[in-house]
């Protein structure tokens, strides 16, 4: 069978590949996609999309029972977990049909399948129909991460369950320990205690949501804490022992053991890259902790191969594989690009109350050099949160005393995933507090409060 020839072919249609591919053909190049399931990765189907959807039934499930508080009258109020579990995998549906709609639109070569590098330019494919082989000058791996196992921890997908499970659950946790606070293990401890599950989350490091501000994780953990769930850090799952219909957790905390006996653990101990099968190795593609090494191009140092997204290393976000991709396919079509700068790269975690940070957190910048000006000015100061009846929260700006850049800023309550782009707009601008507190800021909004901590930043805040 004769190898059908493109200029790129892009493996995977995630976030990061299923983008690449359609600024690729926006360029005028012959692009093919390769995706071995689903049409927008995990990001579109398993991921992002669909725990957002969960996330939103349960947060009108909380607002529900404080009708009260509103004036508002609510009774008997339930929920149905499939209803909720059907709602978000309609949602996912319809993105999955757009990509494919996208594909069509851009003209861009869909083939369904397994794809192995068969030699330099060469794509091996494995359809339902056999196989088929694609050449190109440049091929983009695009092909993601799945979730860590660890041993004893495995997922059974009854009793111990990885995101895609917790995603379309056999029945509702009634006590649910969640191993890992990242942002997919605190988003589904969020939902479900929500939801009235009895909540433990352990997370190995000395504090959850490890990579946030130390202030801001401070501030969840107590809020989480309010809401009924346990939190132990600086704490380690040893075992889990399976019965029928329940689980018993060893727990090592501080050089002793303690037994947790649960009947659902959700794992979230961070993600593996998927680089087994491709055919890597043998075209001397350079591997690191199951990630392929790149440069900050995307490039691995075989001519013609590039890497995005999870597959080339942290941080773990569809944002980041879709800006690379599209950095990527400008660089194949000879245009002029930027490396992206991971401190201007945001994140984002919607738990009850949200998340969202940018650049370094006080102590990274304080370790970088920087003398430090620190702004926080708490929600509780905020006309418009405390009208919305939603005022637990604050919100962290960190300069350089010097020179007034805008290092990080740091976020937790309402609304501040909506928020957050303010800054990093402000960060790709290379602002400083002087254009920052010149801005006129809409009133009443709880992007105010974005304004007064950056005043209280240079001892000029108005509302505390």
């Not at 379309?168 to 599950?197: C, D, H, W």
């Not at 959700?266 to 190795?281: K, P, W």
């Not at 409060?449 to 509302?463: P, Q, S």
Request: with cysteine; proline share 4%.
């Amino acid at each position: 069978m004769a190898a059908k020839s493109f200029d790129v072919v892009v493996i995977g249609a995630g976030p990061g590949g299923y983008v690449a591919a359609i600024r690729a053909a926006q360029l005028g190049l012959k692009v093919a996609i390769v995706e071995r399931e689903h049409m927008g990765g995990i990001c579109l189907n398993w991921g992002c999309i669909p725990t957002k959807a969960l996330l939103r039934s349960a947060e009108v499930f909380h607002l529900m029972h404080r009708a009260k508080e509103f004036g508002l009258k609510a009774e008997n109020i339930g929920f149905d977990l499939d209803a909720v579990v059907k709602r978000s995998r309609a949602v996912a549906k319809q993105l999955n049909a757009g990509v494919g709609h996208l594909m069509k639109k851009n003209k861009v070569t869909v083939v369904m399948g397994e794809a192995t590098l068969a030699g330099k330019g060469r794509v091996s494919v494995k359809t339902d129909k056999g196989s088929e082989e694609l050449t190109a000058p440049h091929i983009i791996l695009a092909t993601g991460a799945r979730a860590r196992e660890l041993p004893g921890l495995e997922a059974d997908g009854d009793l111990v369950w990885t995101y895609k499970h917790a995603l379309q659950p056999p029945r509702m946790p009634k006590k649910l320990l969640v191993i890992g606070s990242g942002a997919i293990g605190i988003e589904f401890a969020s939902f479900y205690n929500t939801l009235g599950a009895d909540v433990t989350v352990v997370e190995v490091m000395e504090r959850i949501l490890p990579v946030e501000d130390a202030e801001i994780s401070a501030f969840a953990k107590k809020s989480f804490v309010k809401q009924g769930m346990t939190i132990l850090e600086g704490a380690t799952v040893k075992k889990l022992d399976r019965g029928k219909g329940q689980v018993t957790a060893h727990v090592e905390k501080g050089g002793k053991t303690e037994t947790l006996t649960v009947d659902t653990v959700i794992s979230a101990v961070g993600i593996v890259g998927n680089v087994e099968g491709l055919g890597l190795e043998a075209l001397g593609v350079k591997i690191d902790r199951t990630h392929v090494v790149v440069d900050e191009f995307c490039r691995t140092g075989v001519e013609g191969l590039y890497a995005i997204g999870d597959i080339a290393g942290p941080p773990w976000l569809a944002h980041k594989a879709s800006h690379e991709g599209v950095m990527v396919a400008e660089m194949i079509a000879g245009q002029k690009v930027h490396p992206i700068k991971p401190g201007s790269i945001p994140g984002c975690t919607y738990c009850h109350p949200q998340i969202a940070s940018v650049g370094l957190t006080e102590a990274q910048a304080k370790e970088a050099g920087h003398e430090v000006r620190v702004g926080r000015f708490p929600f509780i100061g905020n006309g418009k949160a405390i009208a919305m009846g939603d005022a637990e929260g604050m919100i962290k700006t960190v300069f350089d005393a010097k020179t007034g850049e805008l290092l990080g800023a740091h976020m937790v309550g309402p609304e501040v995933t909506e928020m957050i782009q303010g800054y990093v707009i402000g960060k790709t601008l290379e602002t400083t507090e002087a254009e920052l507190i010149e801005t006129v800021f809409p009133h009443p909004t709880i992007s105010e409060a974005m304004h007064e901590a950056v005043l209280d930043a240079f001892g000029r805040v108005i509302h505390i």
